[in-house]
């Protein structure tokens, strides 16, 4: 399947480890009823996310609907995108516990302001236009604000506002774009299985072997 990627090979010792932890959770995913919290603590905390309107104005502001439609966890879910609330920080321990479950053994950090990103002007353009991955998409904002916007079932954009401690994951095939909101400035952790592949496809693509293998894993499979 073109979504079966390469696992990194992790040394275990069954008579010296421990024995191995549950799944980690990821936003509002709890084991049962009794893990639900009654209040979010800070560490709980779930970006906000939105229906987009259609206008044309300066794709940094919120382009938010009149009046607002928000777009819950369990849309995300659906559309396969994953959310964590870390503390923003590359030492966080639970980063460490992530990458080592999902097999994330590369990172990188990018920053995204006109003085720190080369050909600033022509990224945000590249960043912006709607397009796919052959890999997942994985981000942990260590600074700063942004959004992404991913296609949701019907083809409507939904607007994700990350923020630091925001780490999401878009999976492969999905449509989406990126840009800065109007603090113009994003720190962010690239994280990636194996050797990272940048290469943006831009829609269409419905014909690529990527996208035909979301939509079968999640739009055709929604439909059922």
Not at 136 to 144: A, S
């Amino acid at each position: 399947s073109p979504l079966a990627k390469r696992q990194r090979t992790w040394s275990s010792c069954a008579d010296c480890l421990p024995a191995p932890r549950p799944p980690l959770k990821h936003s509002g995913e709890y084991s049962s009823t009794a893990d639900k919290p009654s209040r979010r603590s800070k560490s709980e905390e779930i970006m906000e996310a939105w229906y987009m309107d259609d206008s044309d104005a300066d794709q940094r502001l919120a382009h938010k609907l009149e009046p607002n439609e928000p777009a819950s966890l369990d849309a995300l879910r659906k559309l396969g995108v994953l959310h964590w609330k870390l503390s923003g920080e590359e030492n966080d321990s639970k980063l460490g516990d992530i990458r080592e479950e999902r097999g994330y053994d590369y990172t990188d950090v990018i920053t995204v302001s006109r003085e720190k990103l080369p050909n600033y002007e022509e990224k945000l353009k590249a960043f912006f236009e709607e397009h796919i991955h052959t890999d997942e998409e994985i981000r942990y904002v260590l600074e700063g604000t942004g959004y992404f916007d991913v296609r949701d079932l019907a083809d409507r954009w939904i607007r994700l506002a990350v923020r630091k401690g925001d780490m999401i994951v878009l999976p492969e095939g999905i449509y989406h774009r990126f840009t800065l909101d109007e603090h113009n400035y994003i720190k962010a952790m690239r994280l990636f299985k194996g050797t990272p592949v940048w290469t943006p496809l831009n829609r269409p693509q419905d014909s690529h072997e990527s996208r035909k293998a979301y939509v079968s894993q999640f739009v055709e499979a929604s439909a059922a």
